[in-house]
């Protein structure tokens, strides 16, 4: 079992910056790939931002070159920096973890508008 908080949303105005935080508990050792994602009103659910237990990161064309994925040295804290943030980014974003069963958190708003 892993448990899964995410903090950091809010309000931030076109061009701005936000920092996602996803703190982790639980089964860490089994966990294989952590990744944020985020879901539009009327859309899919869609991965922003992964990484894999080896390392290995990868980001949705949308994002790349804004976004940063990062974790700690301990595994148990996951962080999304969000930079040159546009309306389009509005959504809700989940962490996410796979052992491989999949876990996730609660969601965080993150709402981008002037």
């Known amino acids: 079992q892993v448990q899964l908080a995410e903090s950091g949303g809010g309000l931030v105005q076109p061009g701005g910056s936000l920092r996602l935080s996803c703190s982790a508990s639980g089964s860490l050792f089994s966990i294989n790939f952590m990744g944020w994602y985020r879901q539009a009103p009327g859309k899919q659910r869609e991965l922003v931002a992964g990484?894999?237990?080896?390392?290995?990161?990868n980001y949705a064309g949308s994002v790349k070159g804004r976004f940063t994925i990062s974790r700690n040295n301990a595994r148990d804290m996951l962080y999304l920096q969000m930079s040159s943030l546009k309306p389009e980014d509005t959504a809700v974003y989940y962490c996410y973890a796979a052992t491989p069963q999949g876990y996730w958190g609660q969601g965080n708003q993150v709402t981008v508008s002037s």
């Open positions: 990484i894999t237990s080896g390392g290995s990161v």
